[in-house]
């Protein structure tokens, strides 16, 4: 038996050896006796009686292990351009502090701060001083605008915001604070208290809020007048935060997250699935508002003691497509992560890596990719230029590390084109039918895991039981439903091919059509209207809007489109790269009113399609086809 199919074995026949001895591997102020809870079921918890604290384990036991000397944080920005690196016992002062500052302002354990920054070191400071004291971060994407902010700040109603005068996009600048202002008056649970790092790029301080609903201070200026606040040690099964990700209705979804079950789950990871140890230079080139940077840019790199690149800035254009060589280079990193996106946009830009001759990446052993399926063109061609393992893996916001993955530090396994490989220890990756029936080898169906799902997944999703029941656990009773439809081969390889549901992934974004269609619907001369995500060569998707109008109505197409994007970029935001819009007749629905989206992004995209035998109008998806040229 390989090391792999026994890591597999023994983590579904005796969970509790395997995760309690994994969870060794993490310090514990009450180490658990116990891995599994599975009182509660379907929902589960883990270690229901460790306790511990996050942010110790990402930088105080370094520090305490004499390694304080150790570069913890590379800030790299192409944007300003700037770089500032962190050595462990430097990042430990700056948590401290900043979670003193916290305290400062009243935050205790249990209560809710968000986190709305760009790609800056104090975003990271900010995410760990909350784990410090116990505080539950809600980081939102600096890319959604005021609406999107109020939405999560309504559900996770927090505390204190943390904010920063803006972000740095190519060409522009993006002031956070009057969308941070614009939010508090839209939300019916404002924050007392806003905290902004004055970026002197940017102009806005905390100066100019005064008159807010809220109290606004400066960070340095908190900073200056605070002490280090000591950890506070928290239940393993107490939340570390909660991340607001697309569901198929308008409404985010908040996913939960453990404090034990996270730790051990992600320390695991580092070793196993991506070969990185202490000091190793680890890179991921992601947000830090997606999952993919809590994950793997903060918490998985600090708990392994490695030495973690936070990039502001892009893959191509930032100065050019050879941002990511000078990083690797520069930084001696050992393993990049990105979005097959970023490849894509690598390639189109310097078709013939032509950059990659200006660096040395003698360093870099591996490129690790997610975020949305790593296509087999692109693979091929990352592959031939990097000369170097290309590995597709596969996840979610809602588990938090890989479902399917090629375990680098395990048991290396062959590649194969268009596969992230086979299910993560932990992870029983089953393929159903729509009547929840298996289906053989090589058939494609709904992946399903079954229960209960390995430690570092959601535990819930924030206050909403029923929903986190609904969306995930009552459609296959004993699975959950992630969401995504694909198939095993014959060799146990998983592959992903897309999403079953409305949900739509741009650039490695995951947006919601639900959300843009109600923006869209909003407009006075709509009647109705669907968004679906059609093919696009570079983002792998893109939103494409139809529109039917109200009866009457006339507008010239080229106005509405431009008003119809002018009100998604400033209600959503502009990471939504909504632009197509085509004015239609009539949408195909089926007899019970359901809109074909399916269908639709079938005939956009030029696919073969078959037409649902509940179609309510043959004719009307024959005036679509004829009018979208399939
Ligand atoms: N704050 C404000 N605006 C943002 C933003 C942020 N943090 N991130 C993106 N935007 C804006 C962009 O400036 C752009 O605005 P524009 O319409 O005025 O040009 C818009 O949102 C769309 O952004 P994006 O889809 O990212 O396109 P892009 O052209 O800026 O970059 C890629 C394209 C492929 C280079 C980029 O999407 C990328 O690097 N993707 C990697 C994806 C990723 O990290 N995914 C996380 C999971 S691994
Ligand atoms: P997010 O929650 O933003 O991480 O998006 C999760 C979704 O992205 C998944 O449900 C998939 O649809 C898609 N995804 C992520 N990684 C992969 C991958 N390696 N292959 C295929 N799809 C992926």
């Not at 393992?389 to 596969?394: A, L, N, R, T, Y």
């Not at 269908?599 to 696919?607: G, L, P, V």
Request: proline content about 6%; some cysteine.
């Amino acid at each position: 038996m390989s090391s792999y199919e026994e890591a597999f074995r023994q983590s579904v026949e005796d969970p509790e050896s395997f995760w309690l001895e994994a969870a060794k591997a993490v310090d514990w102020d009450t180490a658990p006796t116990r891995a599994l809870d599975d009182t509660q079921a379907p929902s589960y918890r883990w270690f229901p009686d460790g306790a511990l604290n996050t942010s110790v384990n990402a930088l105080d036991r370094h520090v305490a292990a004499g390694a304080g000397d150790r570069t913890a944080l590379i800030w790299d920005s192409a944007m300003v351009p700037a770089k500032k690196t962190y050595t462990y016992a430097e990042l430990l002062d700056e948590v401290a502090t900043f979670a003193g500052v916290l305290r400062d302002q009243g935050v205790v354990a249990g209560d809710r701060v968000i986190i709305y920054m760009p790609m800056i070191s104090e975003a990271a400071i900010a995410m760990l001083a909350c784990a410090r004291i116990g505080a539950v971060h809600s980081v939102v994407f600096g890319g959604f605008a005021a609406k999107e902010l109020a939405t999560r700040i309504d559900d996770a109603r927090p505390v204190v915001l943390v904010t920063a005068s803006g972000g740095l996009e190519p060409g522009r600048t993006v002031e956070y604070l009057p969308m941070v202002e614009a939010a508090l008056g839209l939300t019916k649970t404002p924050p007392h208290t806003v905290i902004v790092k004055d970026r002197e790029q940017i102009p806005g301080s905390a100066a100019d809020y005064k008159a807010s609903t809220a109290a606004w201070f400066d960070w340095d200026e908190l900073v200056a007048d605070s002490s280090p606040a000591e950890p506070v040690s928290v239940a393993a099964t107490d939340p570390l935060y909660i991340l607001y990700t697309s569901g198929t209705t308008g409404k985010p979804k908040g996913v939960v997250r453990d404090n034990g079950g996270h730790a051990v789950a992600l320390t695991w990871s580092m070793r196993n699935i991506y070969d990185i140890d202490a000091g190793d230079v680890w890179w991921t080139a992601s947000d830090v508002g997606w999952v993919v940077g809590h994950s793997y840019i903060v918490y998985g790199p600090l708990m392994a003691g490695a030495t973690t690149v936070l990039y502001e800035g892009k893959p191509v254009g930032t100065p050019d497509a050879g941002a990511f060589w000078r990083i690797i280079s520069e930084n001696n990193v050992k393993a990049l992560f990105t979005a097959p996106t970023a490849i894509r946009a690598v390639r189109k830009a310097d078709p013939d890596a032509e950059e990659l001759t200006k660096y040395s990446i003698d360093t870099l052993e591996t490129l690790f990719a997610a975020g949305e399926r790593l296509d087999p063109d692109t693979y091929e061609w990352a592959s031939r230029v990097l000369e170097r393992p290309v590995v597709d893996h596969w996840w979610q916001t809602e588990t938090g590390w890989a479902i399917a993955a090629n375990l680098r530090g395990l048991d290396p396994m062959p590649l194969k084109a268009g596969s992230p490989t086979v299910p993560v220890p932990g992870y029983r990756v089953e393929i159903v039918d729509a009547h929840g029936d298996l289906v053989k080898a090589n058939t494609e169906g709904n992946i399903v895991v079954r229960l209960p799902l390995p430690p570092g997944t959601l535990t819930g999703l924030w206050q909403d039981e029923d929903r986190f029941r609904r969306s995930y656990l009552d459609t296959f009773p004993g699975y959950y439903l992630t969401g995504d439809s694909g198939y095993v081969d014959e060799d146990g390889y998983v592959f992903v091919l897309g999403r079953s549901d409305d949900v739509i992934n741009v650039a490695g974004h995951r947006l919601s059509t639900g959300t843009m269609e109600a923006v869209v619907a909003s407009h006075p001369a709509v009647a109705e209207c669907a968004v679906v995500g059609i093919r696009d060569e570079i983002k792998g998707q893109r939103p494409s809007g139809y529109v039917v109008l109200k009866a009457g109505v006339e507008i010239d197409p080229e106005t509405l489109r431009q008003e119809l994007v002018a009100m998604v970029r400033d209600q959503i935001g502009a990471v939504a790269t909504f632009r197509d819009v085509t004015v239609v007749q009539a949408l195909p629905k089926t007899r019970s009113g359901k809109i074909l989206r399916k269908t639709m992004r079938q005939i956009a995209d030029n696919e073969q399609y078959t037409v649902p035998s509940t179609i309510e109008d043959p004719a009307v998806l024959e005036a679509l086809r004829a009018q979208l040229g399939g």
